[in-house]
Every structure is written in C-alpha cells, then in structure tokens.
C-alpha cells in the first residue's frame, strides 16, 4: 500500500514568517521546529542548488510543514503558490509517507512509477542527521505530490517523532 | 481544553473532491494501491454558509491506508458550493483535488461548544444517525477546510476506522 505510512501534511508560503504568525495565531501552536536547508538536489535535469526556509510542527500523530521556496530548483514548490505574492497564506503541497528501509523505498518508488520531481540531499551545508526524501509528482492523481522519505533513527529523534507513535 | 489544543488531534483523514468518483478511484486504486473502497450516497439535511438549511447529495467513497483515511467526494446537487468551489475548471479533469482534513472527536457538544466560542467561521454541518461532522472554514489560515467529526464506536468500526483513533 503506497499511502501507508503517512505522517506529514505540507503546505508552501510565499513568506514563512507571516504563514507562521497565520497558524499559530488560528491554531494555537506555540513553537515551530525551524530549519533553512541549502541544498543540492537531485532532478532528470541532473543535480541543482535547492534554497527554502521551513517551520514544522506536530499536532499530535501529525506533522505539519510549511515550506518558503528561496531559490534554485524549486519550481515543484511555486507551482503550488497562488499568484498573488503578498498572500502568504500555507497552501497544501504534498503529503509525506515514512519508510525505514530505503532500499526497498526505492523499489516501491520505481514501481509506483510517477514522475520524480527532485531527490536528496545529495549535499546540504546544514548539519543534520542521516535523511532522503523522494518528491514524486502526484498531480495528475492525486492532485498535490508525493515525498517518501528515510531517516536514520537520529533523523527521526531530530525531528521530533513522537515518543510510542507507530508508522502507520 | 481549548480548541486549540485540539486542532489536529485524532486526525485520520485527507479529503479531496472530484468531478467523477469513478474515475478519481481508479485514479488513487491504481497508482496508490488502495483495493478496497466503501461507497455512500448520502442526501442529507444540512447547513452551509453560502446556501443556509438545505439538502446536500454526494457521492463519496473512503478508503484506508495504514491509519489515514482517503475520501473521495463528488457533489452531486443542493448545497454542495464549498465542494464545487474546488473543482478543476476543466469539466473532463477528474483528477482528485485536496478539500480538507478530518479530525474523530470523542464529544461533540464540547467541540461544538469550542467552535461556537472561539469565533470560527462554520462552513458546512450536517449528520446522519451515528454520525455529526462540522466543517470549519479555514482557506484563510490553512488554505482548505478542516473537518472534525463525531462518529459512533460501531459506525466506526464499520467504516474500517483504527480502534486506537478514539476522538
């Protein structure tokens, strides 16, 4: 079952800031996880810069991103945006499904067969523990996209898993 | 407990709306793995803030993965405009659109109560014996709708409902 293992919902914002005083003042969260990943990524257009801010946080057994595109290869982010650039209210992006073996990840992804938008890190300047991400194209049957992604234990921890949360 | 405190717990659901449920099941079935769809047809008694009391018929399938649920939605007629709202321009496109998210809650007059108090602008409400759902309007915050639904122990465990999301 390609859905299972859903633990993330994900929005992108035209400016974090304003997304995240939007959320916490509407949903009552009081602290977001923060990190500015300056990244290489990998694309069929072979590997490119990938610049974003990012704030999360969970809401109960729920992950909830919210992405601003900076520069570089983030057209998959932008086209999710409304036109308006002074609206910086999150709009949903993509969900994301937890995987602990990426080798087998990476089977299922070939025989999903949707389209890659981009993979990685194959660099990041952050220090970070162990991650990939897989961003699938879904549009076309799910209408937003698609991340599966594999953490080592200390990705995981270092994203704030919920202690006894099973993978669904 | 405030309303906020309780936004996204028990969620179980990514709601999305179609032209054509058929086809939007074929679309997820195929690509997604999910086999094994339950259908209704509910015409219902409901409120909406764009056409006020009135009916409501859709179609809807639902089916598992793992502990999220997927619903597929196709309004058919009445006061359905905050499903028709989110549709592709493109009349042939059936390709699912995100509506919004649901959350089980385990009393539904404390939630109605919060929702009332805390100013939230209610969208859609609506029920059917063992059943009470709310939809807030939250397209200015999150982008979409978000639902909160009460739902019997036995409608529940009909629906396939995982026994640990207790609302």
Same mark, same amino acid.
């Given at each position: 079952?390609?859905?299972?293992?859903h633990m993330q919902n994900a929005y992108?914002?035209?400016?974090?800031? %304003?997304?995240?005083?939007i959320v916490a003042d509407r949903f009552g969260v009081e602290e977001f996880q923060?990190?500015?990943?300056?990244?290489?990524?990998?694309?069929?257009?072979?590997? #490119?810069?990938?610049?974003?801010?990012?704030a999360a946080f969970w809401g109960g057994g729920l992950n909830v991103e919210i !992405?601003?595109?900076?520069?570089?290869?983030?057209?998959?982010?932008?086209?999710?945006?409304?036109?308006? %650039?002074?609206?910086?209210?999150p709009?949903f992006?993509?969900i994301s499904?937890?995987?602990?073996?990426?080798?087998? &990840?990476?089977?299922?992804?070939?025989?999903? /067969?949707?389209?890659?938008?981009?993979? /990685?890190?194959?660099?990041? #300047?952050?220090? !970070?523990?162990?991650?990939?991400?897989?961003?699938?194209?879904?549009? $076309?049957?799910?209408?937003?996209?698609?991340?599966?992604?594999?953490?080592?234990?200390?990705?995981?921890?270092?994203?704030g898993w919920p202690?006894?949360r099973?993978?669904w | 407990m405030t309303l906020t405190g309780m936004h996204f717990r028990h969620f179980f659901q990514n709601a999305?709306?179609?032209?054509?449920?058929?086809?939007?099941?074929?679309?997820?079935?195929?690509?997604?793995?999910?086999?094994?769809?339950?259908?209704?047809?509910?015409? &219902?008694?409901?409120?909406?803030?764009?056409? /006020? $009391?009135? &009916?409501?018929?859709? %179609?809807?399938?639902?089916?598992?993965? /793992?502990n999220l649920q !997927?619903?597929?939605?196709?309004?058919?007629?009445?006061?359905? $405009?905050?499903?028709?709202?989110?549709?592709?321009?493109?009349?042939?496109?059936?390709?699912? $659109?995100?509506?919004h998210i649901c959350m089980r809650v385990a009393?539904?007059?404390?939630t109605?109560?919060l929702v009332?108090?805390g100013?939230w602008?209610?969208?859609?409400?609506?029920?059917?014996?063992?059943?009470?759902?709310v939809y807030i309007?939250a397209?200015?915050s999150l982008g979409h709708y978000v639902e909160y639904m009460?739902?019997?122990?036995?409608?529940?465990?009909?629906?396939?409902?995982?026994?640990?999301i207790t609302g």
């Open positions: 079952m390609f859905l299972t293992g992108v914002t035209h400016d974090l800031d %304003k997304a995240m005083e923060r990190v500015d990943p300056d990244m290489t990524v990998n694309t069929v257009h072979g590997e #490119k810069p990938l610049s974003c801010r990012v !992405i601003e595109p900076v520069s570089g290869f983030v057209d998959h982010y932008v086209s999710m945006l409304p036109a308006d %650039k002074s609206d910086a209210v709009r992006h993509h499904l937890r995987r602990d073996d990426e080798a087998a &990840m990476r089977e299922e992804i070939a025989r999903l /067969g949707l389209p890659l938008a981009f993979e /990685g890190p194959v660099s990041i #300047k952050d220090d !970070i523990p162990s991650l990939v991400f897989v961003y699938l194209d879904g549009r $076309q049957s799910l209408g937003h996209y698609v991340e599966f992604t594999w953490k080592s234990p200390e990705g995981w921890a270092f994203v202690e006894g099973p993978v | 999305y709306v179609t032209r054509d449920l058929a086809r939007a099941e074929a679309l997820i079935g195929a690509r997604h793995g999910i086999g094994e769809w339950v259908h209704f047809e509910p015409e &219902m008694d409901v409120f909406t803030a764009t056409d /006020g $009391q009135g &009916m409501a018929h859709v %179609k809807v399938a639902l089916g598992w993965a /793992g !997927i619903e597929l939605i196709e309004p058919v007629s009445g006061n359905v $405009q905050h499903y028709l709202d989110r549709l592709p321009a493109d009349e042939g496109n059936a390709s699912p $659109q995100f509506h009393d539904w007059d404390a109605m109560a009332e108090g100013g602008p209610v969208a859609y409400r609506g029920g059917v014996p063992g059943c009470e759902f309007d397209r200015d009460w739902m019997s122990d036995e409608m529940w465990a009909g629906s396939g409902g995982p026994a640990e």
